[in-house]
């Protein structure tokens, strides 16, 4: 397969459909992949945040990513969350997915994304990744998360990827890019440590810094679930992907629109994401229910307001 070209663009945090049972829904997986695949840069599966990775076992993540690969066809990059509780069960679970690949034989681009610290402290990380990186022929983006590292009973003494680290990371060729969530004053001085790799790509892992001020690699949006058209739209001219603003007389105003409907969605869902998408979501026949790999809360009340926000921009499917 060889190192994939960098991703630059829209990136969706998929929400990964569940039966009752728990197994994935391979055919409401389809048909929300076939609503958002026209309108992003690539999909991300199993993650930390919307795909529920954390909760998810190895096998599970295994079959996520195998009925994912039917679908995308290699139609755009694919990213697969890997991380898991030690170094050895990454690994372990690493070598599983790589497997699968291989046997669909499956040429799309493919890349690994991991949370070191989840697992790892910052001493030793560059000869870690070397190791890896000899396993798998796809290349790695790595996932800095101060507040999922946080949350770890046994974190280490740092929660963020040492600048000087990443430097070091980022003389890896096989290492393409990092998604962040923190301050701004980290994401300058991570800037400045991969400067020399003019290719090395910094996501913003925050939808809502980003509608304020975007990043020039990309964003990983949760939102896009629900209006990938929307997110597709604002992407597009934040990074300049469309051309000229100025060849288009009424594009600035349908861009404040689009930001203004993202901003709006984005603060009913924020504080229950992965509940609130799959119900809206349920709710528009895209998957069959709304289950969730951990428990649901009543939230009805912010169900319905997600449904009238989206109706109101005519964003609404059923």
Do not use: C
Not at 58 to 70: F, H, M, N, T
Not at 274 to 281: A, M, R, T, W
């Amino acid at each position: 397969m060889g190192h994939s070209k960098p991703i630059r663009g829209l990136i969706v945090d998929l929400v990964t459909p569940l039966r009752q049972s728990g197994e994935i829904d391979g055919r409401s997986l389809g048909r929300h992949l076939d609503r958002i695949l026209p309108h992003v840069h690539a999909v991300f599966i199993a993650s930390p945040y919307l795909g529920e990775g954390i909760n998810l076992s190895a096998p599970q993540r295994e079959d996520l990513l195998d009925k994912s690969l039917v679908v995308i066809r290699g139609q755009m990059p694919l990213l697969v969350w890997v991380t898991q509780d030690t170094e050895q069960s990454t690994r372990e679970t690493l070598l599983l997915l790589q497997k699968r690949v291989e046997t669909r034989r499956y040429d799309g681009p493919v890349f690994w994304v991991d949370t070191p610290l989840y697992y790892h402290s910052n001493r030793g990380l560059h000869l870690h990744y070397r190791n890896l990186s000899t396993l798998v022929k796809e290349s790695w983006v790595l996932h800095n998360d101060p507040e999922l590292i946080t949350k770890l009973d046994r974190s280490f003494k740092r929660n963020n990827i040492r600048t000087a680290i990443l430097k070091r990371l980022a003389g890896i060729d096989e290492i393409r890019g990092l998604v962040f969530l923190g301050p701004l004053e980290r994401a300058n001085n991570y800037q400045k440590a991969v400067r020399r790799r003019p290719e090395f790509r910094i996501y913003d892992g925050d939808e809502s810094h980003f509608l304020k001020y975007p990043s020039m690699s990309g964003v990983v949006s949760a939102g896009a679930n629900l209006a990938p058209k929307a997110w597709r739209k604002i992407t597009d001219a934040s990074l300049n992907l469309t051309g000229n603003l100025q060849d288009y007389p009424d594009q600035v105003q349908q861009l404040w629109e689009a930001g203004s409907y993202l901003q709006k969605l984005l603060e009913i869902y924020r504080p229950f994401p992965v509940p609130l998408l799959k119900s809206v979501l349920s709710g528009m026949g895209v998957i069959e229910n709304a289950v969730e790999s951990g428990k649901a809360e009543s939230l009805q009340p912010h169900v319905t307001a997600l449904e009238e926000v989206m109706k109101a921009h005519g964003d609404w499917e059923n």
